[in-house]
């Protein structure tokens, strides 16, 4: 025998071997993040047949894309071995930034000074992680509350003239074009075409890959390190202001707590898309496609009517299944 399809031993082809799966899922994760989620549709038109339909897809897209943003901020910042806690924070202070200053200065510049504040936090992360070394974790949930706490003071300055989320956010955010297709596309094609293209080609992805595998060997290369964190966190901020406007828009409503409910989630779907939370390892694409698995298994469980508690353990057991089951393939050679 050539042993070329079968050894002795082996219960069937090489190619669909254990080793080989493990292989396709530890080489091409989105493979089989794809399947679950194709898996979940199913489901849910099991569930409630008609439910999937092109208007369902655009609604569950359109719901999709604010966490997949969020989750750009977690995927960037687990890749140095870091995290994000303020990201939720920071796109609430977007929403409501530009809710209360767009009606005074108009859309473009209320953007531009909810932007401008997103990177002023985004500064104070960066100068804490990078510079002073406070770990990330605590540097970013300390922000996050300072956020907040400027933002409730701000709320009360402010609430005689109201908040007003613009009809420009409310297009891009929450309306569709054809009927079915979500504006927010406009907006989040190229934001995730750069992001990937970042960490594919460009320098300073290369730099996020390498701080997180080994950050003393990237001093000791020459990485200014601190520059990194610097300008990670900044971008952090910003791709979270970005997401605060889209969820003002999807919701057409702004509070200081807008987007609290994000949180974890955008840390789910980092995880869940196979970026490791111990940095060196992961990508962009596998937290898109996370960030539509939990969407639309919360519209599944949504439609299959569990009560908020049941619902709230199987969100979490399978986010720890399908991350436990990733984590143990590849970390095994």
Same mark, same amino acid.
């Given at each position: 025998?050539?042993?070329?399809?079968?050894t002795?031993?082996?219960?069937?082809?090489?190619?669909?071997?254990?080793?080989?799966? #493990? #292989?396709?899922? #530890?080489?091409?994760p989105v493979?089989?993040l794809?399947?679950?989620?194709v898996?979940?549709?199913?489901a849910?038109q099991?569930?409630?047949?008609?439910?999937?339909?092109?208007?369902?897809?655009?609604t569950?897209?359109?719901?999709a894309i604010?966490?997949?943003i969020?989750?750009?901020?977690?995927?960037?910042?687990?890749?140095?071995?870091?995290?994000?806690?303020?990201?939720?924070?920071?796109?609430?202070?977007s929403?409501?930034?530009?809710?209360?200053?767009?009606?005074?200065?108009?859309?473009?510049l209320?953007?531009?000074l909810?932007? =401008?504040?997103?990177? =002023?936090?985004?500064l104070?992360?960066?100068?804490?992680?990078?510079?002073?070394?406070?770990?990330?974790?605590?540097?970013?949930?300390?922000?996050?509350?300072?956020?907040?706490?400027?933002?409730?003071?701000?709320?009360?300055?402010?609430?005689?003239?109201?908040?007003k989320?613009?009809?420009?956010?409310?297009?891009?955010?929450?309306?569709?074009?054809?009927?079915?297709?979500?504006?927010?596309?406009?907006?989040?094609?190229?934001?995730?075409?750069?992001?990937?293209?970042?960490?594919?080609?460009?320098?300073?992805? #290369?730099?996020?890959?390498?701080?997180?595998?080994?950050e003393?060997a990237?001093?000791?290369a020459g990485?200014?390190?601190w520059?990194?964190?610097?300008?990670?966190?900044?971008?952090?901020?910003?791709?979270?202001?970005?997401?605060g406007?889209?969820?003002?828009?999807?919701?057409?409503?702004?509070t200081v707590?807008l987007?609290?409910r994000?949180?974890?989630?955008?840390?789910?779907?980092?995880?869940i898309?196979g970026?490791?939370?111990?940095?060196?390892r992961?990508?962009y694409?596998?937290?898109?496609?996370?960030?539509?698995?939990?969407?639309?298994?919360?519209?599944l469980?949504?439609?299959?009517?569990?009560?908020?508690?049941?619902?709230?353990?199987?969100?979490?057991a399978?986010?720890?299944?399908?991350?436990?089951?990733?984590?143990?393939?590849?970390?095994?050679r």
């Open positions: 025998m050539t042993g070329t399809s079968t002795a031993g082996d219960s069937g082809p090489r190619w669909a071997s254990a080793a080989a799966l #493990r #292989r396709v899922v #530890r080489d091409q493979l089989p794809l399947a679950l989620l898996a979940l549709v199913v849910m099991l569930v409630q047949p008609g439910t999937v339909s092109p208007a369902w897809i655009g569950s897209i359109k719901l604010p966490l997949a969020l989750a750009a901020c977690q995927t960037l910042t687990m890749l140095t071995g870091g995290i994000d806690l303020s990201v939720a924070f920071v796109a609430s202070m929403a409501y930034l530009i809710a209360t200053q767009a009606p005074i200065h108009g859309p473009v209320g953007v531009m909810a932007l =401008l504040a997103c990177a =002023l936090a985004g104070g992360n960066g100068i804490g992680v990078g510079i002073f070394r406070v770990h990330p974790l605590i540097m970013t949930l300390g922000t996050g509350l300072v956020v907040v706490g400027l933002m409730t003071v701000y709320q009360v300055e402010v609430v005689s003239q109201g908040a989320v613009p009809a420009e956010i409310t297009w891009i955010g929450g309306a569709n074009s054809f009927g079915v297709v979500p504006n927010a596309l406009l907006l989040f094609v190229p934001l995730a075409a750069l992001i990937l293209w970042v960490l594919r080609r460009w320098g300073f992805g #290369r730099l996020l890959f390498a701080i997180g595998d080994n003393g990237a001093r000791l990485v200014r390190v520059a990194v964190h610097l300008t990670l966190y900044v971008i952090s901020a910003l791709l979270a202001g970005i997401a406007l889209v969820v003002a828009g999807v919701t057409n409503v702004a707590t987007a609290e994000y949180l974890l989630p955008s840390v789910a779907a980092a995880v898309g970026t490791s939370i111990f940095g060196g992961g990508g694409a596998g937290s898109i496609v996370g960030a539509l698995i939990l969407t639309v298994l919360t519209s469980l949504t439609v299959m009517r569990m009560p908020e508690g049941v619902r709230l353990v199987l969100f979490g399978m986010i720890a299944a399908v991350a436990a089951a990733y984590t143990r393939i590849t970390e095994e």
